[in-house]
């Protein structure tokens, strides 16, 4: 992700000028160009596919919508995450979502992912944080490139995902290399490595 030039904005601004637009999120303010590229946006897209197969089969009332913001009362930050999985039995209870595609609750949210991109410190210290003041169950940080930070992914660094868990008040984190069988307590029975997912983003 490149950092636009500074403008410190609501968040309520921010979704009126920049909702419908998937190059931006909010983060304390700051507008934050997204970037990805096309390596990025496979990986993702594969993982949401995997989800969504997941899903068709087993788990009718999830959602993996098209766009979507997440946006942290209280505070002027609003995530753009690169899958979300959703509750739909709970979007009743969101405020904004039968105007505009906005998450506000963290019973709504069931799974986030993120690909990491270079500001990778976002990813793996800022919206963990937010993540699990949320209560976001499940958070997948998704480093097919193995940029992150050693006190994250170890050393000698390489490409790893780390599945978040909520535990309480806490993420309990487990890391996945190579053909490790990735383990997920919102979808228990996805059979899918770290290879596998990595892969996607070869041509």
């Known amino acids: 992700m490149v950092q636009a030039p500074p403008k410190s904005i609501t968040v309520d601004e921010f979704i009126s000028q920049y909702g419908d637009s998937d190059r ?5 303010g700051e507008l934050i160009e997204m970037e990805p590229t096309g390596p990025h946006e496979q990986v993702a897209g594969f993982v949401g596919r995997k989800f969504n197969v997941e899903i068709d089969q087993k788990y009718p009332h999830y959602l993996i919508p098209h766009r979507c913001l997440i946006k942290l009362l209280g505070t002027a930050t609003a995530f753009r995450p690169d899958v979300i999985v959703l ?7 969101e405020p ?7 998450i506000t609750l963290g019973g709504s949210i069931k799974l986030v992912a ?6 990778w410190q976002n990813d793996y210290a800022r919206k963990s944080e937010d993540y699990v003041a949320l209560g976001v169950p499940e958070y997948w940080i998704i480093d097919y490139l193995g940029v992150g930070g050693r006190e994250y992914i170890g050393k000698p660094k390489q ?12 993420y309990h984190k487990q890391l996945f290399r190579n053909d490790d069988l990735l383990v997920s307590q919102i979808f228990t029975e996805i059979k899918l490595t770290e290879n596998q997912v990595f892969a996607a983003s070869k041509l």
């Not at 904004?96 to 906005?102: K, S």
Request: glycine share 0%; aromatic share 6%; proline share 5%.
């Open 24 to 28: 931006y999120e909010l983060i304390d």
């Open 87 to 93: 509750d739909k039995t709970q979007l009743a209870n």
């Open 96 to 102: 904004l979502w039968q105007r505009e595609p906005v």
């Open 114 to 119: 993120e690909v990491v991109s270079t500001n």
């Open 159 to 170: 490409p790893t995902i780390t599945i978040c868990t909520l535990v309480e008040d806490e």
